[in-house]
């Protein structure tokens, strides 16, 4: 089974705060992706990775930045905590090529207060 | 558990019958199309996929139908079981050779007893 790995559950960050999510997968999925999921919204693209230390941006980058140094994991770096990226992160890996099935962790939530 | 989303439109259904849940799309250049299944506190769950040349597809228990002349797609399954219960939600590619996809908000699917 492809597992897809997000460290935390639940974090609770204070304003201005460097956060970093990081996720994993088992599969040795080329593409790497990032979401955050709203009440009311869709998933939305935050930033994604075809490959190693390559990336993309998504629909919304702004207020995040990326990090992909090994295959296997993606991190997402809020780099400075602003209360309106309080959300759901959910991080997704699929095998190269567009229109591959994406396998998604079990997101984290993330409260900035 | 986790909430994916407030006041989303709820379908009820009795434990046995089909299911049906709609999606309508937005944009002419998609040619692939997702549906995912989110049950309370994970990540979403691949379902079915399908490519714009064809108009259905069936898995096990679940076919999608495309209907491009009115954008609009279904998710339709069959003899509905509780561990059908979740929020459904559809997919789109934002036209073809992009990792980008426009996600809906969601269905959620109450399966009665």
């Known amino acids: 089974d492809v597992k897809v790995t997000q460290s935390s559950r639940y974090l609770v960050k204070r304003t201005g705060e460097k956060v970093f999510l990081e996720c994993v997968q088992d599969m040795d999925h080329e593409n790497m992706f990032w979401y955050r999921q709203d009440p009311g919204l869709g998933l939305r693209l935050i930033y994604f990775s075809y490959d190693v230390k390559m990336k993309e941006k998504g629909d919304i980058p702004e207020g995040y930045s990326v990090s992909r140094e090994k295959k296997e994991r993606f991190s997402l770096i809020l780099e400075s905590a602003s209360t309106n990226q309080t959300s759901m992160y959910l991080c997704?890996?699929?095998?190269?090529?567009?229109?591959?099935?994406?396998?998604f962790g079990q997101g984290t939530r993330l409260t900035v207060v | 558990g986790e909430s994916v989303g407030l006041h989303l439109p709820t379908l009820s259904v009795q434990e046995g019958d089909n299911s049906i849940i709609n999606c309508a799309y937005s944009n002419s250049a998609s040619d692939y199309f997702i549906w995912y299944k989110q049950e309370s506190g994970k990540g979403p769950q691949f379902i079915i996929d399908i490519r714009s040349n064809m108009d259905k597809r069936q898995g096990q228990r679940v076919t999608v139908l495309l209907n491009k002349t009115v954008k609009h797609l279904s998710l339709q399954i069959a003899a509905t079981q509780p561990g059908d219960s979740a929020v459904y939600f559809c997919?789109?590619?934002?036209?073809?050779?992009?990792?980008?996809?426009?996600f809906g908000t969601g269905t959620r699917l109450k399966v009665l007893a």
């Open positions: 997919a789109e590619n934002q036209g073809s050779g992009t990792y980008k996809y426009i």
């Open positions: 997704a890996s699929s095998f190269a090529g567009f229109n591959t099935e994406a396998f």
